[in-house]
């Protein structure tokens, strides 16, 4: 059974940091592009990173460069997004999704989901 799950998530303070990971199970990542994605109730679900796990290629969207960084792990089968700087716009619940032909901000585009995690940024 093919499963991404999401860890990492909890309350921060502003200005602290948090890592994400996104495990896989039931298949292999190698070869796969695999994103970060955000959303808050009531907004449309945003791109936030993305890597390609046999290449390394990263991609982030523009207004979080320099704060958050996606990294793989090949041997663990596992994704990590590492954010820094953490504002309370951040706050969202964050998903990672995996796609075998694209790295896209287009949502339907991408094969599997995970069931997200909540990240929290406030004082």
């Known amino acids: 059974q093919v499963q991404l799950v999401e860890s990492g998530g909890g309350l921060v303070q502003p200005g602290g940091s948090l890592r994400l990971s996104c495990a896989a199970s039931?298949?292999?990542?190698?070869?796969?592009?695999i994103g970060w994605f955000r959303q808050v109730p009531g907004k449309e679900r945003e791109g936030v990173s993305c890597?390609?796990?046999?290449?390394?290629?990263?991609y982030y969207a523009d207004s979080l460069k320099g704060r958050f960084t996606i990294s793989r792990d090949n041997a663990k089968n596992t994704v990590y997004l590492q954010m820094n700087s953490l504002k309370p716009e951040d706050t969202a619940v964050y998903y990672c999704?995996?796609?075998?032909?694209?790295?896209?901000?287009?949502?339907?585009?991408?094969?599997?989901w995970g069931q997200g995690t909540q990240v929290t940024v406030s004082s």
């Open positions: 999704a995996a796609s075998a032909t694209i790295c896209t901000p287009v949502v339907n585009r991408w094969d599997y």
């Open positions: 039931g298949f292999n990542l190698y070869g796969y592009y």
């Open positions: 890597i390609s796990t046999s290449t390394g290629s990263t």
